[in-house]
Structure formats: C-alpha cells, structure tokens
T-cell receptor, first 114, second 117 residues
Framework: DGGITQSPKYLFRKEGQNVTLSCEQN?????MYWYRQDPGQGLRLIYYSQIVNDFQKGDIAEGYSVSREKKESFPLTVTSAQKNPTAFYLCASSILAGATDTQYFGPGTRLTVL | AQKVTQAQTEISVVEKEDVTLDCVYE???????LFWYKQPPSGELVFLIR??????QNEISGRYSWNFQKSTSSFNFTITASQVVDSAVYFCALSERTTDSWGKLQFGAGTQVVVTP
C-alpha cells in the first residue's frame, strides 16, 4: 500500500535535547512538507522540500532543521533552540510543489517536552 | 493576516441532522485552490476535496456537499444526515499561485464537529 509513515507516534524529550522525527513516503512524490499543529489551531508550515537535496523554510522554521537526502525521506530535527516544541507534527507529500497539487498527510507524531 | 477563516469553533449535532461548516477566504489571486480536510481523533488529516477558482460548480460526494461562491469568497461544506463517524475536526485550506506562495497550504483554525447518537 502506498502512503506516508511517521515514527514514532509519541515522543518524549527532555529540555535541551535534540530529537528527530521520521517521515517516509512510497508514493513517488517529489515534494514533502512538515507542519506543526498546536491545540485548537490550524497547521503551520515548518519546512518544505521540492526535490532531493533542496529545502526551504516555511513560516516557523526557527529551532528546526531538515534534510532531504532521499526522495522517500524527509526527517525533521527539533533542536534545543526551539523554545516551545510540545506539539503535534504532521508530514505531508505531493506529486509536485505547487498550488494544483493535493498534499497527503501522514498519521503524525506527538512530541512532548518533559 | 488570516487568509482562511472558519468562524465556527465547534458544532454539536444529533445523529441524522445536517451540519454546515463555513469557510471564508481572502486572496488577490485569480487562480487559487481550496481544500477541505478531515482530522479524526487519530490525528491524521484526510483529504476530502480540492476545488480550483475557475470551477464554481457545487459538488456532491455521498453525504458530503460543497458550495463554492466566489462572490462571497466562501467555500462551505455540508454533511447531510450526520453520523457518529463524522465526529472530527474539519479544516479548510487555501493554496495560491503567487510566486512567493508557490502553493503552500494556508489553513483555517478548524471546526470541531461532534455528532451524538
């Protein structure tokens, strides 16, 4: 089955630690995205990547980093510089990065800072 | 500035009632796309519909229907004969084709729908 997988489903972090969230897709999509969702709010874009080895900052990139070494994978690192990292993180992908392309989402990772 | 407004925070209905979710958007583009997503308690966003700005025909898919009106910048979503499984948060989103927007999704705050038996 084609789809997007994210792991882990739940993640706990101590303050001052970096953590990496995994996102893998087997849809052969070129574009991938990371969003953050806070309670009662819509999604906000963190980073996006249109092709391998290229990525751009979204609206709230500070304190986060990404890499895109393979088409299928787009891991997100939440660094200790992110002041309020507790949130629900959603990864998405689309055939291309453009207004016409529908983004499909993974199941999400819930990150809690202890 | 908020590009997508979903004024209803939560709507509670009894099963079999109809429920309409409002979505008002703001854009200067002539070409844009509107989306609705469903987020059940599991958390994953499920794509429901995509509509481009040149297609104002209403659409029906089973118990779901959408009313797109450019004159009022609205893209409302109706669930007919609601069921408990419809309980979820529903998001409206806008994608513009301007150079600096490249097509990123801009989400509304979402509307929580609660359907009770």
């Amino acid at each position: 089955d084609g789809g997007i997988t994210q792991s882990p489903k739940y993640l706990f972090r101590k303050e001052g630690q970096n953590v990496t969230l995994s996102c893998e897709q087997n849809l052969n999509h070129d574009a991938m995205y990371w969003y953050r969702q806070d309670p009662g709010q819509g999604l906000r874009l963190i980073y996006y990547s249109q092709i391998v080895n290229d990525f751009q900052k979204g609206d709230i990139a500070e304190g986060y980093s990404v890499s895109r070494e393979k088409k299928e994978s787009f891991p997100l690192t939440v660094t200790s510089a992110q002041k309020n990292p507790t949130a629900f993180y959603l990864c998405a992908s689309s055939i291309l990065a453009g207004a016409t392309d529908t983004q499909y989402f993974g199941p999400g990772t819930r990150l809690t800072v202890l | 500035a908020q590009k997508v407004t979903q004024a209803q925070t939560e709507i509670s209905v009894v099963e079999k009632e109809d429920v309409t979710l409002d979505c008002v958007y703001e854009t200067r583009d002539t070409t844009y796309y509107l989306f609705w997503y469903k987020q059940p308690p599991s958390g994953e966003l499920v794509f429901l519909i995509r509509r481009n700005s040149f297609d104002e025909q209403n659409e029906i898919s089973g118990r779901y229907s959408w009313n797109f009106q450019k004159s009022t910048s609205s893209f409302n979503f109706t669930i007919t004969a609601s069921q408990v499984v419809d309980s979820a948060v529903y998001f409206c989103a806008l994608s513009e084709r301007t150079t600096d927007s490249w097509g990123k999704l801009q989400f509304g705050a979402g509307t929580q729908v609660v359907v009770t038996p």
